[in-house]
């Protein structure tokens, strides 16, 4: 397919499309993003790239990180894993209190923040140098080097953490957290304020794409099992309390962050990253979603 063509296409459909969302504005270095930015790239598992827009602009990547951590910590410690956190969708907030107080301290998924910080807990432990081997990682994956922590935006989220910091010292009152509770917040906010473009991370996704294989390089980042687990995870709780609205419209593993990008993968076929920094009012980008629902029905790539 000439999906450059189908990316023009499919912008012209949307050009009287009324975004209605609104950049984060809790975390204060995410307000200063223009919001009618918008950028698309798709890498096929062939190695072919098509991209639209501002894919070559860099952004926070956000919650899209925790895929990542996911798969260095799932690698690590196998299916140990899945007795500190669930592998179910929440229905709640992402940073819900609640849901995790009644939980006894077990987060329902790796995707909502409090799973996420687990997952940190768990790279803290398992890495000699937690901060400086996982963006070695990263690197590794998008075949940057470049790729790198954002300081600024790191602690921009710091300075208004209040929840995380709940949500941790909840976890570690329940025994689910191992160590001093600041050395993970501070990680799991260092892994949130990664910057990349489209492209970039289109690539990096692309072994998720390809059964654990990176098909560039040949690597095998992870086996076929572990990347079937984790694709499972995104499509069931990817999009936040947005995951079904999601399946139902775009039908597709997929993980959002606030800081409006938007991943995608069709296993054996492509990943695909929009960004568009309006969010609804669940944490996703409000374009993105649209885009993304057009583009699997007018290519009929849907996994169902």
Partial sequence: MNYNTIFTDINAKLSSYKDDGAVASYIPELQRVLPNKFGVHLCSVEGMNYHFGDSEEKFSIQSIVKVLSLAMAFEIEEDKLWKRVGVEPSGNPFNSLVQLEYDEGIPRNPFINAGAIVISDVLVSKLENPREDFVEFVRHLSGNNQIDYCDRIAQSEKSKGYRNAA???????????EN?????????????????????????????????????????????????????????????????????????????????????????????????????????????????????????????
């Avoid at 949500?167 to 957290?177: Q, Y």
């Avoid at 606030?258 to 669940?282: A, D, E, T």
Wanted: aromatic content about 12%.
């Fill in 167 to 177: 949500l941790c010292n909840l976890m570690k009152s329940f025994g689910n957290i």
């Fill in 180 to 304: 001093n509770i600041h050395e993970v917040i501070d990680f799991y906010f260092d892994l949130c304020s990664i910057e990349m473009t489209c492209s970039e991370l289109a690539r990096t996704f692309l072994f998720l794409a390809n059964y654990g294989k990176d098909p560039i390089n040949g690597n095998q980042i992870i086996s076929s099992s572990k990347s079937k687990r984790i694709n499972a995870v995104m499509q069931l709780c990817g999009l936040y309390d947005e995951a079904g609205e999601f399946s139902f419209k775009v039908g597709l593993p997929g993980k959002s962050g606030v800081g409006g990008g938007i991943v995608v993968v069709h296993p054996g076929k492509y990943s695909m990253v929009v960004w568009s920094p309006r969010l609804n009012k669940k944490g996703n980008s409000n374009k993105g979603m649209r885009f993304l629902e057009e583009f699997t029905s007018y290519t009929e790539s849907s996994i169902f």
